[in-house]
């Protein structure tokens, strides 16, 4: 069989399953099939691609096809310019979350900061920050073993390892240290809602990094009392918030004597990110 033909096949089948993006997708599967980039692929469309390579093509379009999300199937990412690693064990890193990257490097570009990322999964959020924040340390944290083996192996991959501490332990469990700054993308999805997510997100991604109690709230205003605890004066706090929670938000954070500095909309409009200082 012929590479133009493989994408056909799997493109068909997954269109037939209503997947949107059925002809990158196919390519992106036969692009990992093959180890090859995907524009190899596409200027040798005549190729010849053996039986057993189109079985293993095979079996990751049925994954896809049953709503696996891709980066899971890919194995990783784009974030911030960079690969990450992912699986099941950590959420998959969004663009709007580069807002919050984007930002505080604007605030703090050439500054020496202590981070401190809590619920870090791949690691994506702190990591992203000392690569682009060149003096800075951080630490990230995380209830799951797993998420912080995968944050560990981020590290390594981008050479950020001498910089950087992964601890598997609860953000309430932190004591006798503080930070510049403190940054948190938590689980901030009423649990009622949980069963409206596409069941891309439902099925495969980590319900614990999704679930953020009956107001959403839950894990925001936790982070939130912690980080008067161990934040520096004048540090921050940058925070990734859901659809119209910013108000109940703002409140829990004037409530323990936080200011807000800046909040940032999303690709929709929706304030997503914001940032407090600690007075």
């Not at 604007?106 to 003096?135: A, P, Q, R, V």
């Not at 954070?253 to 007075?279: M, T």
Request: with cysteine.
């Amino acid at each position: 069989m012929r590479t133009l033909q493989a994408i056909k096949i799997g493109s068909g089948l997954l269109k037939k399953q209503k997947i949107p993006s059925h002809i990158l997708d196919a390519e992106l599967l036969l692009s990992k099939t093959l180890n090859k980039s995907r524009e190899e692929i596409l200027t040798n469309l005549d190729k010849t691609i053996h039986f057993k390579k189109f079985s293993i093509y095979k079996k990751y379009l049925t994954r896809r096809s049953r709503n696996e999300p891709m980066a899971y199937i890919l194995g990783e990412k784009e974030f911030w310019s960079k690969k990450f690693e992912v699986n099941k064990d950590t959420l998959i890193p969004r663009p709007e979350t580069e807002l919050l990257i984007e930002q505080l490097y604007k605030i703090y570009n050439n500054k020496e900061l202590s981070i401190l990322d809590i619920g870090t999964g791949s690691g994506c959020i702190i990591l992203s920050l000392l690569g682009s924040l060149k003096k800075s340390k951080g630490t990230g944290i995380d209830i799951s073993k797993k998420a912080i083996l995968m944050a560990k192996k981020n590290a390594v991959r981008h050479n950020l390892n001498n910089r950087v501490n992964f601890l598997h332990k609860s953000f309430e469990n932190i004591f006798h240290q503080k930070f510049d700054l403190i940054v948190s993308n938590p689980p901030y999805i009423q649990r009622k809602d949980i069963k409206n997510l596409s069941d891309d997100i439902k099925k495969y991604e980590p319900i614990m990094a999704l679930d953020g109690g009956n107001d959403g709230l839950d894990l925001i205003k936790k982070v939130i009392y912690k980080s008067k605890q161990i934040l520096k004066i004048k540090g921050m706090l940058a925070l990734e918030i859901g659809n119209e929670q910013i108000l109940r938000v703002s409140k829990a954070l004037i409530e323990k004597n936080f200011r807000i500095k800046h909040v940032i909309k999303d690709y929709k409009n929706n304030i997503r990110c914001v940032f407090a200082s600690h007075e």
